[in-house]
């Protein structure tokens, strides 16, 4: 009976130190795949952002349409084939020009631009749904980041009292293209929605929030 035992122990160890084993075994070959698909880009993007300013709540009203610039440097780190995370630290041009026609009346100026100037940092998450080293197309979501640094309206500085906020927080989503130029450089193009849900200025008692589409081209380099 006690050899029994014995044995009966004996089995169970071996059946846990191989499922240990072949534990140990899938993770290295998990990461060693994920090691060798991983790799590191830096690079430059430049385009255009048509920038509206809109009061709140899901009826609210927005400004014509202002085109402004925006450029940032970019870092993309790639987890596998299909995800990367791509950082972003640039300048973003946003604001809006007139109301309707009625509030054009009620203000008495006509053209009444307002141009905001941030700094922001991005920081999307990629998805690239086909595995083609030469064309990748791709899916980006995630947060910025914008920090106000400079205002015009009608050549002058917006006033302090009517600025609600220098942070600007927003949610972003796009879509894109990677192409493989050769071996190190890659070209890409990509735009979408940019949404703020910060309240950055006050007009006529009214809080206006950012809100633009973008489009922007640029070069990325491994690294």
Aim: charged residues 20%; proline residues 1%; aromatic residues 14%.
């Amino acid at each position: 009976m006690a050899n029994s035992g014995v044995k009966t122990n004996f089995k169970k160890t071996i059946s846990i130190k191989m499922k240990y084993y072949n534990l140990l075994a899938c993770l290295a070959l998990f990461f060693s795949l994920t090691v060798k698909s991983q790799n590191s880009e830096i690079g430059f993007r430049t385009g255009l952002n048509l920038a509206t300013l809109r009061t709140g709540g899901d009826s609210g009203r927005s400004t014509e349409t202002l085109t402004r610039l925006n450029f940032s440097l970019s870092y993309e780190f790639s987890f596998s084939n299909h995800f990367g995370l791509d950082a972003g630290l640039g300048f973003q041009g946003k604001g809006g020009g007139d109301f309707d026609e009625e509030s054009r009346l009620r203000i008495g100026i006509d053209n009444f631009k307002r141009k905001l100037d941030y700094v922001s940092a991005t920081t999307l998450f990629r998805y690239y749904p086909f595995n083609n080293l030469k064309f990748r197309p791709f899916i980006a979501i995630g947060p910025g980041f914008s920090y106000l640094i400079k205002t015009d309206q009608l050549g002058n500085k917006i006033a302090e009292e009517n600025i609600r906020s220098k942070l600007d927080i927003s949610s972003i989503a796009g879509i894109g293209a990677k192409f493989s130029l050769n071996e190190n450089l890659k070209f890409e193009v990509l735009g979408g929605f940019d949404r703020g849900w910060s309240k950055t200025i006050r007009q006529q008692n009214e809080s206006l929030f950012n809100q633009m589409f973008w489009f922007s081209v640029g070069l990325k380099k491994d690294i």
